[in-house]
């Protein structure tokens, strides 16, 4: 039995994150794709049709098929919904490392399967006014907790009510509400806030999209599957601005502490919109750690710039750029630099290729820089 | 005998007016604008100028079915012609149905014809600006007659793609300005008393330039250069018994070389290759024990690189990640740039 759902559950995924670059096509909101209006989690019915149409390449779709062919099978396991109240997905990530490659001493090559998921949503009223949203499936843990924890868990679960499309509450377990919500989990920015894809807490988040602006207010009391002692409580607070009517500038701030730690977040950030799919992600923020013994207080400064083109649909040539201060009182600094490509060859399947160089400067020394390659396969159904 | 010849050459008339028509039945298009080009100027009645005007735009003859058409027009509905020019001129209210479905079908014939014209341009032309004022015209006076609106959109819209498209196509000089900050390493080699150890310098600096080059909608081809200060620290490696380190050892140097890019955006947002040479001038400080000496790698290194632009109308963002030909350093360099 166990090996069986396994088996399904292989099959099953999410993403991760949303897709902040596809400001680049206009979408400035996460809301018109997500039912969590900060991002991430399960795409809604419109997000479907427009993974499948407008991201998606239409190379492979036979030639007889019209846009609103490919729209109607973006659904659940190809169909459309016979029902509005009920909606499933499953989807998996999955993806090779390969650290130090060609080199004979260092190589390291390893499978990770990053994320299996089931996720149902049921949601009622007009313009999903209430909906509830749960996903569970498997999360590997880190190497040195393997054994210790289950690997199958809860990743999110959660209500939401819209009283009216401009407002919205959820209360529940979600992601953090604080800065650009990049689907890299390792990226400096979301590493140094602790917002990264198994950083989701219990609380209550409160969303407002007006004409001009986005507002998220959110308070927290940390992941309740976790330890007393470990869980972040705090809350955070999240503006953005469109600009020139394409563009988005915001601001985030967070405060969380749990018994060991006290942590100070605050970045600005920008999405530009340079249309048909190219686009430019930067922000640039501080984490501000104090430890509950003073072993290790400092302040961490990230910077971020994430750049894409698309030269066809489909097909998106990426850039990650990232420095990382982890004590601006030091003048040591690293600066990660991600050339890539992801390919989306139909709907529900996403390829993706990313080289990371990271360079250390430091006063006292110098050494090569180390390379990893991603090679990550993402199927959503 | 006078009578005899009449007959003749009546006879003859007929012979010779029928062999449009017997072409036409035959769909010998060939044949029925044969006719047409050995004899012009002859007396064809109108359901032959029809037959022959079908015959031109299916061999794609379309600007001999362009006069045949004006000259129906002059022939049988002139008349109603100027008016109808009037009338459009002086923006007056327009009822199609004064107007003949006949002489509708000569404009939308010529609409077409000048409209096949425009997609026969490969290139943008002088003689482009001329047709697509006689296509616009047609196209006015088919819009202002209400016939075939669907059509004449749709056509409309096709004819105004390609001449973009046209326009597009044609390459412009440009050039512009820009600075990079910019990171790169070097390699050098510390060697004496029978070891030896690598010694990596790691650089930043800033590199001012420029591009010239053509680009047209789609691509862009260039040749790009920069001059750079800057400066590095070095040491050896963690893992060697020797111990050698310096630092803010000053770089300077100069990198250009040629460059493609492709433009993905109407925004001239573009991803291209730039095959650089990196020139460095940079000297580190011989060790203390003369018994140690530094074998610094070339000064010269060749480069493929990754280039990036994302336009803000004259200024940009670029980006550029390059790795060595032939050895294992990278190169990359993040920078502002405007165009003039």
Not at chain 1, 36 to 55: E, F, K, M, Q, W
Not at chain 1, 118 to 136: P, S, T, W
């Amino acid at each position: 039995m166990k090996l069986f759902l396994i088996g399904f559950l292989f099959l099953f995924s999410t993403f991760a994150s949303a897709y902040t670059q596809f400001i680049g096509h206009s979408y400035t909101s996460c809301l018109n794709c997500h039912f969590n209006p900060s991002g991430g989690g399960p795409l809604n019915d419109y997000g479907r049709v427009v993974s499948a149409t407008l991201i998606s390449s239409g190379a492979f779709y036979p030639k007889t098929w019209n846009e609103e062919k490919v729209a109607y099978t973006s659904g659940f396991l190809f169909r459309k919904p016979k029902q509005d109240w009920l909606r499933t997905q499953i989807n998996y990530r999955g993806f090779q490392v390969v650290q130090n490659p060609g080199s004979s001493k260092n190589e390291q090559k390893r499978w990770i399967n990053m994320q299996a998921d089931a996720r149902v949503i049921l949601k009622f009223g007009e313009n999903d006014k209430f909906i509830a949203v749960g996903q569970y499936g498997y999360a590997p843990l880190p190497q040195n907790l393997e054994g210790e924890q289950t690997e199958w868990r809860s990743r999110e679960h959660y209500v939401g009510y819209r009283p009216s499309p401009k407002v919205g509450i959820y209360a529940g377990l979600m992601d953090k509400v604080f800065g650009i919500k990049v689907i890299e989990h390792i990226a400096f920015s979301r590493i140094a806030p602790e917002v990264t894809q198994n950083d989701q807490t219990h609380g209550v988040m409160g969303h407002y999209l007006g004409e001009k602006w986005e507002m998220f207010a959110h308070g927290f009391v940390g992941n309740l599957a976790q330890d007393e002692d470990l869980r972040m409580k705090g809350g955070s607070v999240m503006v953005e601005r469109t600009a020139f009517d394409i563009h988005r500038i915001g601001a985030s701030v967070m405060s969380s502490k749990n018994n060991y730690q006290d942590l100070l977040s605050y970045s600005g950030h920008t999405r530009l919109n340079l249309k048909e799919g190219s686009a430019i992600l930067a922000e640039i923020g501080q984490t501000n750690r104090k430890t509950q013994n003073g072993s290790d207080d400092r302040t961490m400064r990230y910077g971020l710039l994430q750049t894409y083109l698309r030269p066809v649909r489909g097909t998106y040539f990426l850039a990650n750029i990232e420095y990382f201060k982890k004590d601006i009182k030091e003048s040591d600094y690293t600066v990660r630099w991600g050339p890539g490509i992801q390919y989306f060859p139909i709907q529900r399947l996403e390829l993706r290729l990313d080289a990371y160089n990271t360079r250390n400067f430091a006063p006292t020394s110098s050494t090569k820089d180390s390379w990893m390659y991603l090679l990550q396969t993402h199927i959503w159904l | 005998m006078m009578k005899a010849l009449l007959i003749f050459i009546m006879l003859m008339n007929v012979a010779i007016a029928n062999d449009v028509t017997d072409a036409w039945a035959k769909k010998d298009f060939v044949r029925v604008t044969e006719i047409y080009r050995d004899q012009p100027a002859r007396a064809y009645t109108k359901k032959e100028l029809v037959y022959i005007s079908y015959s031109l735009r299916k061999r794609g003859f379309y600007r001999q079915d362009i006069k045949l058409n004006v000259r129906l027009i002059k022939q049988n509905y002139a008349n109603q012609h100027k008016r109808l020019v009037t009338d459009i001129k002086n923006a007056e209210t327009i009822d199609g149905d004064d107007y003949p479905d006949a002489l509708k079908v000569l404009y939308w014939n010529l609409m077409n014809d000048y409209g096949q014209i425009l997609e026969s341009y490969k290139d943008a032309s002088t003689l482009i600006k001329k047709d697509h004022q006689h296509y616009l015209m047609f196209s006015k006076i088919l819009s202002e007659l209400e016939f075939r609106e669907g059509k004449v959109d749709k056509y409309n819209d096709k004819i105004v793609a390609h001449i973009t498209y046209l326009e597009n196509k044609v390459y412009k000089f440009s050039r512009s300005l820009s600075f990079q900050y910019m990171s790169w390493q070097n390699e050098s080699t510390l060697s004496g008393l029978g070891s030896k150890t690598g010694l990596v310098v790691t650089n930043r600096g800033l590199c001012a330039g420029g591009e010239m080059g053509y680009e047209n909608a789609f691509y862009h081809f260039y040749m790009d250069g920069c001059v750079f200060a800057g400066s590095g620290g070095v040491s050896s490696d963690s893992s060697s018994a020797i111990t050698y380190r310096q630092s803010n050892v000053p770089a300077y140097g100069a990198k250009f070389g040629p460059g493609a890019s492709m433009i993905v955006s109407s925004s001239g947002s573009r991803l291209g290759v730039k095959l650089p040479i990196i020139y460095t001038m940079q000297k580190l400080q011989e060790p203390q024990n003369s018994a140690y000496s530094i074998k610094e790698d070339s000064p010269v290194s060749f480069v493929g690189s990754l280039y990036s632009r994302w336009q803000f109308k004259r200024w940009y963002v670029q980006t550029e990640f390059g790795l060595y030909i032939q050895k294992e350093q990278t190169f990359w360099g993040l920078g502002l740039g405007k165009t003039f």
